[in-house]
C-alpha cells in the first residue's frame, strides 16, 4: 500500500507506443496538379463582337425560317376537311382531347384508320 508521501504518477503518453508510419501520399493529389498545368496552357481569346453578331443573325434567321414552315404546315392541315364521326370515334376510343384528335385526323388526311393507328403507336 501507499502511503500519502508514497504516491506515484505515472504519466504516459499514448504516443510513447509504436509511432504512426508517414502519411502515404493521396493518389488524387496528383489529378489536380495535372489540371493546374493543363489550364495553364489554355489560351484565353476574346470572342468578337462581329463573330458573335454573325452567330446571332444565324440563329435568327434559322428560327424564322422554322416559323414560317410551321405556319404553313398548320395551314395546310387547317385545310383538311374532316367528319364529325370520326373525330367522335376517336375521342372516346382512344380518351384524347377534342384538339389531339383533331390534330391526328389532318395529319393523316382524315383517314380514321391511319389515325387511330398512329395513336396507338
Known amino acids: 500500500m501507499a502511503t500519502e508521501g508514497d504516491v506515484e504518477l505515472e504519466l504516459e503518453t499514448e504516443t510513447s507506443g509504436p509511432e504512426r508510419p508517414p502519411e502515404k501520399p493521396r493518389k488524387h493529389?496528383?489529378?489536380a496538379a495535372d489540371l493546374e498545368r493543363v489550364t495553364d496552357y489554355a489560351e484565353e481569346e476574346e470572342i468578337q463582337s462581329s463573330n458573335l453578331e454573325t452567330a446571332m443573325s444565324v440563329i435568327g434567321d434559322r428560327r424564322s425560317r422554322e416559323q414560317k414552315a410551321k405556319q404553313e404546315r398548320e395551314k395546310e392541315l387547317?385545310?383538311?376537311?374532316?367528319?364529325k364521326e370520326d373525330l367522335e370515334l376517336i375521342m372516346t376510343e382512344m380518351e384524347i382531347s377534342r384538339a389531339a384528335a383533331e390534330r391526328s385526323l389532318r395529319e393523316h388526311m382524315g383517314n380514321v384508320v391511319e389515325a387511330l393507328i398512329a395513336l396507338t403507336n
Open 78 to 83: 387547317a385545310k383538311v376537311t374532316i367528319k
Open 29 to 31: 493529389d496528383s489529378g
